[in-house]
């Protein structure tokens, strides 16, 4: 049976007045990203030769997408999720809800499925347009399929954690501010936490790690750990957006690459490439793990707020009032 709250905000979504234009301005705007990719992209192949050229090009636009569409989630998710339960408190409904027969859990699943519906739909419509790199060559199904999967948990996990501040807030403003904050800390803050990680290894530490694990949340680094090969040590990367990270992911392969010494034992064959062999699972298992453990978290607080309140508390608002 649908959840009468996702059916709900779903009509109000799709059915507005600014559904179908913002939809068509996303459309037109991600295709003239894209075009312009397109334009840029092939410069290489007028510098490099056509080789080189045609292989830089089809990875250059998707790695260009998938950074468009990591801040179009970061941007629009927690606007748009940070309202949902602070908004039925400042209209006087949310009481209304709670007395409903839907557990908190259903009220917070049904105001997360329609946010996430809201995107998805939103992403399905450009759908084309992050899979146009696989008929330029240089991109595999498998490489789109990885990325719609870790932006969809990139997704999920923003809109939780907006959910879990959206319950908390007293107000609107409120809400959409600290949503924000915690979106920007997990695609901005990281980058400076590894920074301060990296300067304690070469610091305190004889023998630096390889590893930084403070960008684990990082956005970013989970899509180009899901979907580039930072442990290749022939070639590196193929396009402009994603080396730098592919770096931060594993400096023993980057050394590997600039021809630093790698210890023979962790260096193995694989369908016609070295890799670096890691002492820990993929990253981006890792940060999926992290992601579900932050949403658990969100989709937790939020139903402990938005739970029905015990009668006594009806009797001092009463008075209150």
């Not at 840029?40 to 997408?65: E, H, K, Y």
């Not at 699943?109 to 998805?120: A, C, I, N, R, T």
């Not at 932050?294 to 939020?302: D, E």
Request: proline share 7%.
């Amino acid at each position: 049976m649908t959840n009468p709250v996702f059916a709900r905000e779903a009509l109000n979504r799709f059915r507005g007045r600014r559904a179908w234009p913002f939809l068509l301005i996303w459309i037109l705007g991600n295709g003239v990203v894209v075009y312009l990719l397109l334009i840029l992209a092939t410069s290489f192949d007028a510098g490099f030769g056509a080789l080189i050229g045609r292989r830089i090009v089809g990875p250059f636009m998707f790695q260009g997408v998938c950074v468009l569409m990591i801040l179009a989630i970061v941007m629009m998710i927690p606007g748009t999720a940070a309202v949902a339960v602070v908004g039925e408190r400042e209209r006087q409904t949310l009481q209304l809800v709670q007395v409903t027969p839907l557990s908190p859990l259903e009220i917070v699943l049904g105001k997360l499925w329609s946010v996430l519906g809201y995107v998805g739909w939103l992403l399905a419509a450009v759908l084309p347009v992050i899979a146009a790199p696989l008929l330029l060559g240089g991109v595999r199904l498998w490489d789109v399929l990885s990325a719609l999967l870790m932006l969809g948990l990139v997704a999920f996990t923003i809109a939780s954690l907006s959910m879990w501040v959206s319950a908390r807030a007293k107000s609107s403003r409120a809400a959409v501010t600290g949503a924000y904050l915690i979106a920007f800390a997990l695609l901005f803050g990281t980058p400076l936490l590894a920074v301060g990680e990296l300067y304690v290894q070469t610091r305190f530490r004889e023998e630096p790690s390889g590893e930084l694990w403070t960008m684990i949340p990082n956005p970013y680094i989970a899509v180009v750990a899901a979907v580039a090969h930072p442990l290749e040590l022939e070639p590196i990367g193929d396009g402009a957006f994603f080396p730098g990270y592919e770096y931060l992911l594993n400096r023993d392969a980057a050394s590997a690459v600039f021809g630093q010494a790698v210890p023979a034992d962790r260096i193995v064959e694989q369908d016609g490439h070295r890799l670096v062999r890691p002492s820990r699972p993929p990253l981006w298992i890792l940060s999926g793990f992290v992601y579900l453990a932050l949403s658990a978290f969100g989709i937790y607080r939020a139903c402990r707020r938005v739970r029905t309140p015990a009668p006594s508390e009806f009797r001092v608002r009463r008075i209150r009032t």
